[in-house]
């Protein structure tokens, strides 16, 4: 499971990271007596006085946290994954889904976000579009582009024979259950 990181960088108060840290590790050592195999933490990167993309790896290295989320293909941090042995969930921002409507976008992008990091970084799925709601009007514009995007973003992870290895997915609204 994936627990939000971007609370945990808004604040340049050490004292509070390394509680959170303490935290951490204990909710870690309490999953492993019950059989959990591996915490995963969303890397949010959206705040203030953020530590380095080398100083949160290494911070994740030092917690034996081996699964990463990151919202979108940022390039220094995929760069900073390299032998990490870190498994990613990269995410698919829904500003990029209706260009990745066009499977020869959708190629580029498994390209140029994926297949040139691989197998130095360990992709583990492809999260295409965050939230995006038919219903919700912030996003209800881009619902039509979802699917086309997710399948071919996965049809360009099949052609680089990568479909056991890496895995597409969608991030629902969650208000949309109760429909």
Known sequence: FFISMATFFETSNRSLMAT???????LMANLATTGAQSVGVCYGMLGNNLP?????????????????RIYDPNQAVLQALRGSNIEV???????DLQSL???SNAQAWVQRNVLNFWPS???RYIAVGNEVSPVNGGTSGLAQFVLPALVNVFNAVRSAGLQDQIKG???????????
């Open 20 to 26: 959170i840290v303490f935290l951490m590790g204990f």
């Open 52 to 68: 380095s993309v080398q100083e949160v790896i290494s911070l994740y290295k030092s917690n034996n946290i081996k699964r990463m």
């Open 89 to 95: 969930m990269i995410g698919v921002p829904n500003s």
């Open 101 to 103: 409507a066009n499977p």
């Open 121 to 123: 970084v360990r992709f």
């Open 169 to 179: 997915s969608i991030a629902i609204d969650m208000t949309l259950i109760g429909n």
